[in-house]
């Protein structure tokens, strides 16, 4: 299993007028900790986009428990818990830096795209390479 945290100080322009961070950003923390996982595992996105795939999501569930607020800094946990086919899993828990509760979890799923061939593929090798060698 892959996993990696992101870590996020929340900008003022995240937050709704009581200071709580709009629901839609979450989906812009899950992306960037995705990606960042990724990279720390030596394979950067654009690595796979400069190679005609892409990652459209095909699914997305989130949560809402407690709120993050400006100037909270969060860290946002992804999980990669199986190995990906034509479609691989993200799950996430956002937390306070340093504190147990989670304030929202999500899942989303995405397919591998062949630009090209205009058509969802395989996993590309080296992101399976990746997973083999993924250090926790």
Do not use: W
Request: charged residues 30%.
């Amino acid at each position: 299993m892959v996993e990696h945290v992101y870590r996020h100080r929340v900008r003022y322009r995240e937050c709704d007028p009581m200071s709580v961070v709009y629901h839609a950003h979450y989906v812009d923390y899950f992306e960037a900790a995705r990606t960042e996982a990724l990279r720390a595992q030596g394979l950067p996105y654009k690595t796979l986009e400069d190679a005609g795939i892409i990652m459209p999501v095909v699914e997305m569930n989130v949560r809402y428990h407690q709120p993050a607020r400006y100037d909270d800094l969060v860290e946002v946990t992804v999980r990669f818990p199986e190995t990906p086919n034509v479609r691989v899993i993200t799950e996430y828990e956002v937390r306070r830096a340093g504190e147990e509760p989670i304030l929202v979890a999500g899942r989303v799923v995405l397919c591998f795209f062949d630009t090209a061939r205009r058509r969802p593929v395989r996993a590309p090798q080296q992101l399976l390479d990746v997973f083999e060698h993924a250090t926790p």
